[in-house]
């Protein structure tokens, strides 16, 4: 780019986090969705922000959410998987989840998905189109999977309806670049052999992502065994549904042999630790997966078994989950939450780092702050001292969604007095 070219944007001043992890006291010009310029110079700019003592890295990509349940975060606290699911999760869901649920939910999780700077979500759960119109509406980018089970859902009858939704939301959001769709099969224990094939060639159809709970607990792992004389993986395999666009969540009681399977086919694992850990599930194997070469990314899970969005609480817990603190560096953990979750979904062309000709989806982490000073190695304190309120600003796609905190796509007072609105009603 020349000197005399204009940008939209320009972040001035910031300390950038480039695409090899080195950082640059340097300037970032956005111009329409893009960014057009990282360098010394000062291109003409429609509106500039000011980066002084701030980092700009690229956005968060939480990778696994259940956005439209966050009207039930703290609801039900302190238990294992089966008994939350089986005893207090499916029977709210039947009695509350409707499209309305879904929409004030969503609403509240991109808030705080915002407001902490994750500017991608990969989400599983009902009313999809639901959630499109959420993301449209405000900015966010989002890869959305229309929750695939065998029994009746709060939006479909059956499988069958739900994977013939999928499609119709595939071809619909075809050429949109923030609404992405995946395929979401919800786990082996959820879904018949012949969902999950339905999955897999409506997967290849389309070329969605398979977006599947995998290997969660030790009861899915040896229930699999027993059943089907195969671990979840394997059996998965046996189906041939994994390949580059399998992203298996949660992942925590992995074999040797299925971590093999998984590198053979380029599986991807999504990392889920702070809802492994509250429902005592287990801590995943990351050092293995990372010795192995699998693509990694982190996600949140719902926020009703963790009980926040935040990837900078996902992070520290990553890579503080190994006994060796050699083994799991703030670098690498960063990577899973930025360029490594985008590679997972297949998206890392156009999001995941800053490099000119990338979408600018784009967070200032402000370092005028008692808990991140002194400052010595900026990744350092983004992943060990950081916090969700120290997100400055964001930007999508190259739309400022959030300038120093104050939200410019979403109605914070209107979206907080709704949810405060439905949780009067369950009580
Ligand atoms: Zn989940």
Redesign the pocket.
């Given at each position: 780019m020349k000197y005399s070219d204009s940008v939209d944007i320009l972040i001035k001043n910031g300390i950038v986090l480039l695409a090899d992890f080195s950082f640059k006291n340097i300037n970032v010009g956005i111009k329409g969705r893009e960014i057009s310029y990282i360098g010394n110079e000062e291109p003409q700019a429609q509106a500039i922000i000011d980066a002084s003592n701030m980092m700009a890295m690229p956005g968060f990509i939480n990778s696994?959410t259940?956005a439209g349940m966050h009207l039930f975060r703290g609801i039900a606290d302190d238990l294992k998987l089966k008994e939350w699911l089986e005893e207090h999760i499916w029977p709210l869901e039947s009695k509350w989840v409707s499209r309305d649920f879904v929409k004030a939910s969503t609403e509240l999780a991109v808030l705080e998905m915002i407001k902490s700077g994750i500017t991608t979500f990969s989400d599983?759960y009902f009313f999809e189109d639901e959630v499109a119109k959420v993301v449209e509406n405000t900015g966010i980018r989002a890869i959305l999977g229309e929750g695939i089970i065998d029994f009746p859902t709060p939006s479909f009858a059956n499988a069958l309806d739900t994977v013939s939704f999928v499609k119709e939301l595939a071809y619909e959001y075809r050429e949109n670049e923030r609404v992405n769709v995946s395929v979401a099969p919800h786990s082996i224990y959820t879904c018949s052999r012949d969902t999950l094939k339905k999955a897999k060639e409506v997967s290849d159809e389309y070329n969605l992502s398979i977006h599947i709970?995998v290997s969660e607990t030790l009861d899915e792992l040896l229930n699999a065994k027993r059943d089907k004389g195969k671990t979840p993986v394997e059996y998965l395999d046996s189906l041939e549904l994994i390949n580059s666009r399998f992203v298996a969540?949660?992942f925590v009681h992995a074999e040797k042999n299925d971590i093999n399977i998984m590198k053979q086919r380029s599986g991807n694992v999504i990392l889920?630790i702070q809802s492994n850990k509250k429902l005592g599930s287990g801590i995943p194997h990351v050092k293995e997966y990372m010795n192995a070469g699998l693509t990694i990314g982190i996600g949140t899970?719902?926020v009703v078994s963790n009980n926040d969005l935040d990837m900078f609480g996902e992070m520290q817990d990553i890579a503080m989950s190994d006994l060796d603190p050699q083994a799991i560096r703030a670098k690498d953990v960063l990577a899973f939450a930025t360029i490594k979750g985008a590679e997972a979904w297949g998206m890392d062309g156009l999001i995941g780092s800053i490099e000119v000709g990338k979408r600018a989806d784009i967070i200032l982490i402000d370092f005028k702050r008692p808990h991140l000073q002194p400052l010595y190695n900026p990744i350092s304190s983004v992943v060990y001292a950081a916090h969700p309120e120290d997100v400055d600003s964001v930007i999508v796609d190259g739309k400022i969604l959030m300038k120093h905190r104050e939200m410019l796509t979403m109605d914070e007072e209107e979206i907080l007095h709704n949810a405060r609105a439905y949780a009067e009603r369950i009580k």
């Open positions: 696994h259940h599983m709970h969540v949660h889920n899970d719902s």
